[in-house]
């Protein structure tokens, strides 16, 4: 906490409008006002106002399309590491979206939370149009702390914001990886001290500092209150229990709600498809166009939910030359239109016993993964059955009751309109059977930023706290190969912030200088199966339905025994694990020493979710069968060159099939032990060609894909100096090993490896290479076909590379039939809609796979079965119409695919979003994902 604060700052970071508040600290804390900061920016070219809120839009301009002029602030602009030098912010930005496609980012706080993308990679605007350069989520949510703290400090030069007392709100419902990005973005922006706060409680302090002389008498027949703060991207539900003891005021926050991506946006999209459908046109708009459209059915729903509201509002779009609807036209949206919507599919009025619904919904745009069900009413029903035990003992009810809140507080743009709040407080009044109390909340886009102040004044004494502690409960996942997995308590919701809970009663053994993995679990359930209460340190059954698995924990425990290092020995240590949520609102996760208290390792947690084989409290047992086989593999890549009989190696699979039984059915865990042993003796590969085979195959299977356990990254740094070493046994046979080794692991490989793989293997993926005798044979020797499939697996490449691939290799398919099969097999995986690993920032953009179509569509998919499964690879539906190919292009492909037998889940794959299945997995990617590792897109 900087000590020469002499203000407190509140920012809410929002999705749709980022605001700011500020008190003077000052020894009459309590009594000093609360205000809103206003906000430079431009507004239009060359005109800068100070506005309250500042839209959480950036426009990246072209070049010379704006004079630097007209770009120009108050202040010397410094962009953070990573922008762009020159971004339009604010509301010429959200207003440029309106006239300008394929150049705005929005919804940068959703991207932020998104864990299906790389948050660190420059992938924003995800609808940006052809040269439009990019920033990640975390640049752009740091560019508005960034543009903050630039305006703050141009008003008050000798008070800088980054050395006031700031408080940035974030959803209740973010994850831990969500929160420190968000920790990520400030520091990037010149904020490294800042504390974060959940922004319903913010709501909750707002509403106390406005009513501290009146709270006691309002309160006290509200036992339960409901906050509902539907913002532009979020629904955040919490429940706030009120007390009296000793006539003094206790509120608590004893629920919090998961993470719902349903808010105005929703609202604006479902608008935006209506307007799309009613300009009549016979094919859908682009990603581009939908954005500028939305930017538009936004202002609309605005102006038709107001209590003046007209009876309609025009929609117009632009055009942009022949492309886009032929030019400029308007449609009409009625106010009954936007009530339809809004109300009635956002928020009906529907039962308390009304479940979301969990399908696959049509709502999914721009990559971000939209709840399936829009009715906000009945997630608010979902979350109020999920804490009925703490409800009922806040409002002193029995177990037959059902505990309805009795009091309401609504937050965020939604609740701007009256029609809206009206009908949650008829929802609620509905479920309760009595008239719900509404808490005033007389400004829902500016609430949170002064309630961040409002808690920094709690911080300091001067205002009531509100109790609670972590929204949530942290566990262990114990899983168990043959019986029910289990998790154990690290740190039990309600736990206050700097508490250390130390789990005495368990011990853990780990090897020092290797890497070891803690996957947790949350949940913020407050008893589970058997009504046991959610208590430190203690063991439950693993229930999908209550737990949400996190990012796993990571960390390498460094070892000072130098002695021990140098002479390649384990050196294993007993800990135990110790918790606490720090200030900041974070998890911190400490392995101490059982033997001295003072050594500690800090745990931090791995932002990439990869699914794997969780930490259990003593090394796991090693079934007998495949402890033989591990045995086997040390004794035939051991450092004793007569340990084995040369007939052990040339019956190597034999051997471990009768052990562990078929290979394609041993578990993932089987897979990566034998990796492991594998590994210990990777120098011992070259000692004959039969060894350097074997190992090649068998370490490549089993590290395939390369990535799905937690350690796999350690194991990647482990094996990528072989790569330098090449082989020692060049063969036809050899090589084909080689590459297939690499291919099978490269979804581990970062780009820049991929870049050096690729760099190498390209002089003979060039069509040229055949035209030179000397040159095919040495293609043909090098392994051709391994190289092919090599290439088309690297799916962190530029896009630049993976275009210029897949137009070689669908010129080889059209040209040759030598190795056809293998280059339509691999165009499909380059030009996919949908990769396997790689992030969907570098999928090959439509328009290029829609100009190459044509050419599989004339090619015979009877005789050339892979051209067909080509065609479905590129034409595969994705549910983002960035990504997806245009309707009529589907079209085509549908009605070929019917001419031709194929299988039906060919035909789905393109007519529907659907997961592959394992068959078609298999063939997509060369290979079968080990059992028990599952991909979800």
Not at 502 to 525: G, I, K, Q, W, Y
Not at 600 to 629: C, H, K, T, Y
Not at 789 to 805: N, P, W, Y
Request: glycine content about 6%; aromatic content about 8%; hydrophobic content about 35%.
């Amino acid at each position: 906490m900087a000590t020469t604060a002499q203000f407190l700052v509140g920012i809410d970071l929002g999705t749709t409008n980022t605001v700011v508040a500020y008190c003077e600290l000052t020894d009459n804390l309590a009594q000093q006002s609360v205000e809103i900061f206003p906000i430079d920016q431009l507004i239009g070219p060359g005109e800068v106002a100070r506005k309250p809120l500042l839209p959480s839009f950036r426009y990246h301009p072209a070049e010379q399309q704006f004079a630097a002029t007209d770009m120009g602030l108050p202040w010397d602009n410094h962009s953070v590491d990573g922008d762009l030098p020159h971004v339009i912010l604010g509301e010429w930005a959200r207003e440029l979206g309106t006239r300008v496609e394929g150049r705005q980012v929005s919804s940068a706080k959703s991207w932020l939370s998104h864990t299906g993308v790389d948050r660190t990679q420059p992938i924003l605007p995800w609808a940006g149009t052809s040269g439009v350069e990019k920033v990640s989520p975390i640049v752009a949510s740091a560019s508005y702390l960034n543009h903050i703290r630039q305006a703050w400090n141009y008003h008050h030069p000798n008070q800088p914001l980054e050395q006031q007392e700031v408080v940035v709100t974030v959803p209740a419902s973010f994850d831990e990886s969500a929160r420190k990005f968000t920790l990520q973005a400030a520091a990037l922006a010149g904020l490294h001290n800042i504390v974060l706060l959940e922004e319903p409680q913010a709501v909750v302090y707002d509403w106390y500092a406005r009513h501290q002389e009146t709270a006691h008498e309002e309160l006290n027949t509200i036992p339960l209150i409901l906050v509902c703060d539907v913002g532009g991207g979020t629904t955040d539900l919490s429940l706030i229990s009120t007390t009296f003891n000793d006539e003094q005021l206790a509120l608590n926050r004893i629920g919090v709600g998961d993470h719902l991506m349903l808010g105005g946006d929703n609202v604006d999209l479902a608008l935006a498809h209506l307007a799309e459908q009613r300009f009549g046109e016979q094919t859908t708009l682009n990603a581009a166009s939908l954005t500028k459209l939305i930017q538009q059915t936004r202002k609309a729903k605005e102006t038709l939910l107001a209590d003046d509201a007209p009876e309609q509002a025009k929609i117009t779009l632009l055009g942009s030359g022949s492309r886009l609807l032929g030019g400029t036209k308007s449609i009409g949206l009625s106010r009954d239109d936007v009530h339809n919507i809004a109300l009635d599919g956002f928020f009906p009025m529907s039962a308390l016993t009304d479940t979301p619904d969990s399908r696959r919904s049509a709502m999914v745009e721009f990559g971000l993964p939209y709840v399936a069900d829009p009715a906000v009413s009945k997630h608010i029903a979902a979350f109020i059955h999920q804490h009925q035990s703490v409800a009922r003992d806040a409002m002193q009810l029995s177990d037959e009751d059902i505990a309805v809140p009795v009091g309401l507080l609504l937050n965020g743009g939604a609740f701007n309109s009256r029609l809206i709040t009206d009908r949650m407080t008829q929802l609620m009044d509905s479920w309760g059977g009595k008239p719900v109390t509404l808490l005033d909340n007389p400004s829902p886009d500016c609430s949170v930023a002064l309630g961040a102040v409002a808690y920094g004044k709690a911080r300091r004494g001067a205002q009531l706290t509100i109790g609670g502690g972590a929204a949530r409960s942290y566990f262990l996942h114990l899983p168990h190969k043959k019986s029910t997995s289990q998790a154990l308590c690290l740190l039990a919701k309600g736990t206050e912030e700097g508490q250390e809970i130390r789990l005495t009663s368990r011990r853990f053994s780990l090897t020092l200088d290797e890497p070891v993995r803690f996957n947790l679990l949350t949940s913020t359930h407050e008893r589970m199966s058997n009504n046991q209460p959610v208590q430190n340190g203690a063991l439950f059954n693993v229930d999908p339905d209550k737990f949400t698995p996190l990012p796993p924990y990571i960390t390498t425990l460094k070892s000072n025994d130098v002695q021990a290092l140098k002479a390649n020995q384990k050196h294993r240590v007993e800990v135990q694990l110790a918790c606490q949520l720090t200030e900041v609102g974070t998890l911190k996760m400490e392995c101490v020493s059982s033997n001295d208290d003072r050594q500690r390792w800090e745990v931090e947690f791995a932002v990439r979710g990869e699914d794997g084989v969780s930490l259990d409290e003593e090394s796991s047992s090693i079934p007998s069968n495949e402890q033989s086989a591990m045995d086997l593999l040390s004794k035939v890549y051991s450092g004793n060159k007569s340990s084995t009989d040369p007939k052990t190696i040339k019956t190597l699979n034999k051997t471990l099939e009768k052990r562990l039984g078929k290979r394609e059915k041993w578990e993932f865990i089987t897979l990566r032990r034998l990796f492991d042993t594998l590994l210990t003796g990777r120098k011992r590969r070259r000692r004959s060609e039969l060894h350097e085979q074997h190992w090649l195959r068998l370490a490549g299977y089993t590290l395939r894909p390369g990535f799905g356990d937690s350690t796999d990254g350690w194991r990647i740094e482990q094996i990528w100096p072989l790569y330098q070493q090449g082989i020692q046994f060049p063969s036809h046979s050899t090589w084909s090993d080689w590459w297939t080794f690499w291919r099978r692991v490269s979804g581990g490989l970062n780009q820049e490896q991929q870049e050096t793989l690729l760099g190498d293997i390209a002089k003979y993926l060039h069509p040229g290479a055949a035209r030179n005798t000397k040159n095919s044979k040495e293609t043909q020797d090098k392994g051709y076909e391994a190289m092919v499939r090599l290439a088309a697996s690297l799916e962190h490449l530029d896009v630049e590379d993976k275009t210029l691939l897949a137009t070689w290799f669908l010129n080889k398919a059209l040209k040759n039939t030598q190795f056809r099969p293998e280059h339509w097999w691999a165009l499909g995986r380059i030009a996919t809609r949908v990769p396997l690993y790689g992030s969907a920032h570098n999928v090959v953009p439509r328009e290029q796979v829609q100009q190459w179509l044509p050419k599989l569509l004339e090619q015979d998919w009877q005789q050339d079965t892979m051209a067909a499964f080509a065609a479905v690879m590129m034409c595969r539906k994705s549910g983002d119409r960035t990504l997806d190919i245009s309707d009529d292009v589907r079209q085509q492909v549908l009605k070929k695919l019917n001419e031709n037998k194929v299988p039906d889940s060919w035909y789905e794959l393109v007519n529907s979003q659907t997961a592959l299945s394992e068959r078609e997995s298999q063939r997509a990617y060369g290979d079968a994902l080990p059992t028990g590792l599952f991909l979800i897109n």
